[in-house]
């Protein structure tokens, strides 16, 4: 859901002050269902976005809000609107259009 560092860049103190605040500020949040589905076919996944996905993606924020609180908004990983709540099915696929691309080039 959302990146806070490499385990060899982040103390273990550092990272429970982040679970700590990011338990306080997800503590209000009410319980939610959610479906997956249906399958879509990415450049190098297989996956199933969320519906609806609006609970998660303020999950997200205030998981980033959390990490921001602790190690400073500017650090902070990944783009906050590049987000899109899924689950993978199948990860590192070369998607169809490689395949296409690969079997015209054997002709």
């Known amino acids: 859901m959302q990146g806070v560092g490499f385990a ?14 990011a338990r306080s500020m997800l503590a209000s949040v009410p319980a939610f269902g959610v479906e997956f589905g249906p399958v879509v076919v990415a450049d190098e996944a297989i996956v199933m976005p969320a519906e609806p996905a609006e609970p998660i993606r303020e999950l997200r924020r205030l998981t980033r809000q959390a ?33 296409k691309r690969s079997a015209s080039s054997c002709s």
């Open 67 to 99: 990490i921001g609180r602790v190690l400073g908004e500017d650090q902070v990983a990944e783009d906050a609107d590049r987000f899109r709540p899924h689950v993978v099915r199948v990860w590192g696929w070369s998607g169809p259009s490689t395949r």
């Open 8 to 21: 060899d860049e982040l103390t273990p103190d550092v990272v429970g002050r982040i679970a700590a605040e």
